[in-house]
Antibody
Framework: VQLVQSGAEVSKPGASVKVSCKAS????????VHWVRRAPGQGLEWMGW????????KSARKFQGRITMTRATTTSTAYMELSGLRSGDTALYFC??????????????WGQGTQVTVSS | DIQMTQSPSTLSASIGDRVTITCRAS??????LAWYQQKPGKAPKLLIY???YLQSGVPSRFSGSGSGTEFTLSISSLQADDFATYYC????????FGQGTTVDMK
């Protein structure tokens, strides 16, 4: 099982960033993919999930209206786009494979992380 | 939303010490709790799920216990590789993490 994320990004305030997460070694459509971030000096923060089979998504209230999660089943890749970036969005972003479903899940495999830096 | 509170925030310990970290939920989550270890700049690593089940490949010095609102992660004999930050995660519906406990060298 492997989740490989896209490379580091530097974006300006107000812009958007899109991070990819390519899965291999398991059936991509069989497991939800979640997004989690860790800002400097902060703890882990859950952002949302996507069901790669149906495309259904759910996001944390804090990110509603700013986060878009999509997937491409032909390439086993999940995407997370965050818009309206501000300095507080500077963080290391992770995708994670879930064990569970929409009623709750823990994460048994993680991507390596994508550093997103928001700076003018 | 269910809030998770870990204690302590920082714990200083020596090699060979027994270490215990506590996680409290703002309401009952049965045993829908996981524990992770994270090192700087790295992805979290799953240690424990369902409050007390050891993830495959995780050393047996790690153990978890609890149910309802109070949970603990214990390391029976701290090793050099265990200096890291530990997070609890509730997954009874929308998930949430505790704020983390950093285990550093005394």
């Amino acid at each position: 099982v492997q989740l490989v994320q896209s490379g580091a990004e530097v974006s300006k305030p107000g812009a958007s960033v899109k991070v990819s997460c390519k899965a291999s070694g398991y059936s991509f459509t069989g497991r939800y993919v979640h997004w989690v971030r860790r800002a400097p000096g902060q703890g882990l923060e859950w952002m949302g999930w996507i069901n790669p089979d149906s495309g259904e998504t759910k996001s944390a209230r804090k990110f509603q209206g700013r986060i878009t999660m999509t997937r491409a089943t032909t390439t086993s890749t999940a995407y997370m786009e965050l818009s309206g970036l501000r300095s507080g969005d500077t963080a290391l972003y992770f995708c994670a494979r879930a064990f569970g479903d929409s009623s709750g899940a823990y994460f048994d495999s993680w991507g390596q992380g994508t550093q997103v830096t928001v700076s003018s | 939303d269910i809030q998770m509170t870990q204690s302590p925030s920082t714990l200083s310990a020596s090699i060979g010490d027994r270490v215990t970290i506590t996680c409290r939920a703002s309401q009952s989550i049965s045993t829908w709790l996981a524990w992770y270890q994270q090192k700087p700049g790295k992805a979290p690593k799953l240690l424990i799920y369902a409050a007390s089940y050891l993830q495959s490949g995780v050393p047996s010095r790690f153990s978890g216990s609890g149910s309802g609102t109070e949970f603990t992660l214990s390391i029976s004999s701290l090793q050099a590789d265990d200096f890291a930050t530990y997070y609890c995660q509730q997954y009874d519906g929308d998930t949430a993490f505790g704020q983390g406990t950093t285990v550093d060298m005394k």
